[in-house]
């Protein structure tokens, strides 16, 4: 195992239930993004395998360096891989819906060597925990075109005989059982 120290977290999608789908419906992926404008700190982590993309924000904020983290939820061989682990300071669970764009955190890797199409090989890294030293808390803004609550009407449906009695000579009754349709069989998870 690697161990990426004190990288900014950005985006980060490692909810257990809640893994990103944007790209891969079949297999989405647990993920981060991880940020430093250290040039010493970017050149460690190429230095551990991770391709770091430069970046220069086009509001003219500081130029940065990132890559992206993923662990995909399923193993090749099909079977469910472990969630991502958060942690706090002190090591106990800390909950991964909070973690904000900003926050400092030590990110575990797994990493191993694959042959590349075009030869050679490449490092590949795989996201397994992240453990907190500094949250910005992450807390969702209200839209301006949310619910109110408010009293609700309620109204009771009036049946007449005609609702309720059938006289079994319905013309427009069709013998024929519905037909069968096979829905798409999906390999369960313990995530969804």
Known sequence: MTLIKNAELWFARV????PNKKFNRENPTWEVQIRTSDVKQKKE???QGLLMKPVVPEDGGAPYWKTT???KIYKKDGEDSSPVEVKNGNLTDADPNIIGNGSIGDV???????????????IASILQGIKLKKLVKYTPKAHDDDFE??????????????????SGDDDDAD?????????????PSKFD
Do not use: C, F, H
């Open 175 to 187: 013998d024929t059982p519905p037909a069968k349709t096979t829905p798409s069989v999906k390999k």
């Open 69 to 71: 983290l993923k662990k």
């Open 108 to 122: 575990r890797i797994y990493q191993y060597e694959y042959p590349k199409d075009t030869g050679g090989k490449g």
């Open 15 to 18: 909810v257990p239930n809640r």
């Open 45 to 47: 982590w190429e230095a």
């Open 149 to 166: 609550a408010e009293d609700m009407e309620v109204v009771e449906e009036e049946t007449t005989d005609d609702d309720t009695e059938s």
